[in-house]
């Protein structure tokens, strides 16, 4: 006669998988996040070294140029990738990066500078390359930064679901920076603007323009 489970047996297998899973799961998780952390610190020194890789050979930064229409001289946003410019707020400054095309004719340029380009975090949202010397702290004044945005990518201005985490960004602060995400402290910091808190982002330093 073939012999089958009892209840009892059932019930203490359900529950050895239920602990099992309780055990491995939060785990799983944590290494997911953390591989995002390392794949958003990697996309950020990448970036960082092809910057200062386009001005060593050009003497030129990304964003360097012709001066921007008004009212928009103070900003420039750089070309991640053909999705960058669907930010209508962003378009009217968007400028190319010149790190796979040397679109300026920059005597030097000795690219490309990068496999490809991306504008898309490992948490969903929307990298920006930003140039801009609008910011009243001295060390903003002409500063090169990645904005780390939380508005998801493909770009919709109407989606704010694919931000980085508050406690993942502590932890790459506390891995490349200060250790502390306040406003205007060190290269990685938290920025949100009191005209539109929906706007809020990380800002990461790359180059002092200056």
Same mark, same amino acid.
């Given at each position: 006669? $073939? &012999?089958?489970?009892?209840?009892?047996? %059932? @019930?203490?297998? @359900?529950?050895?998988?239920?602990? %099992?899973?309780?055990?491995?799961?939060?785990?799983?998780? !944590?290494?997911?996040? !953390?591989? $995002?952390? =390392? $794949?958003?610190?990697?996309?950020? !020194?990448?970036? $960082?070294?092809?910057?200062?890789?386009?001005?060593?050979?050009?003497? *030129?930064?990304?964003?360097?140029?012709?001066?921007?229409?008004?009212?928009? /001289?103070? &900003?420039?946003?750089?070309?991640?990738? =053909?999705?960058?410019?669907?930010?209508?707020?962003?378009?009217?400054?968007?400028?190319?990066?010149?790190?796979?095309?040397?679109?300026?004719?920059?005597?030097?340029?000795?690219?490309?500078?990068?496999? &490809?380009? =991306?504008? &898309?975090?490992?948490?969903?949202?929307?990298?920006?390359?930003?140039?801009?010397?609008?910011?009243?702290?001295?060390?903003?004044?002409?500063?090169?930064?990645?904005?780390? *945005?939380?508005?998801?990518?493909?770009?919709?201005?109407?989606?704010?679901?694919?931000?980085?985490?508050?406690?993942?960004? /502590?932890?790459?602060?506390?891995? @490349?920076?200060?250790?502390?995400?306040?406003?205007?402290?060190?290269?990685?910091?938290?920025?949100?603007?009191?005209?539109?808190?929906?706007?809020?982002?990380?800002?990461?330093?790359?180059?002092?323009?200056?």
């Amino acid at each position: 006669m $073939k &012999k089958s489970f009892t209840l009892i047996e %059932l @019930i203490v297998v @359900i529950a050895i998988i239920a602990i %099992l899973a309780a055990i491995i799961a939060p785990n799983a998780f !944590k290494a997911i996040e !953390k591989a $995002k952390i =390392s $794949k958003a610190i990697t996309d950020v !020194k990448t970036y $960082k070294t092809a910057t200062y890789a386009v001005y060593a050979d050009t003497g *030129h930064w990304p964003g360097d140029g012709p001066p921007d229409p008004a009212p928009y /001289q103070n &900003k420039r946003v750089v070309y991640l990738d =053909s999705g960058s410019a669907d930010f209508s707020w962003a378009e009217a400054t968007m400028y190319p990066s010149n790190l796979m095309i040397d679109d300026d004719g920059w005597s030097g340029w000795d690219g490309p500078y990068l496999e &490809k380009l =991306s504008a &898309k975090t490992p948490w969903g949202g929307t990298y920006f390359f930003y140039r801009w010397d609008g910011f009243t702290n001295p060390i903003w004044r002409d500063y090169i930064f990645i904005i780390v *945005h939380d508005v998801c990518y493909p770009p919709d201005e109407r989606r704010y679901e694919c931000e980085l985490p508050g406690n993942s960004a /502590q932890r790459i602060d506390d891995m @490349i920076d200060d250790g502390n995400t306040t406003w205007e402290s060190g290269l990685f910091s938290f920025y949100e603007p009191a005209a539109d808190p929906e706007e809020d982002a990380y800002i990461w330093g790359l180059a002092d323009v200056e």
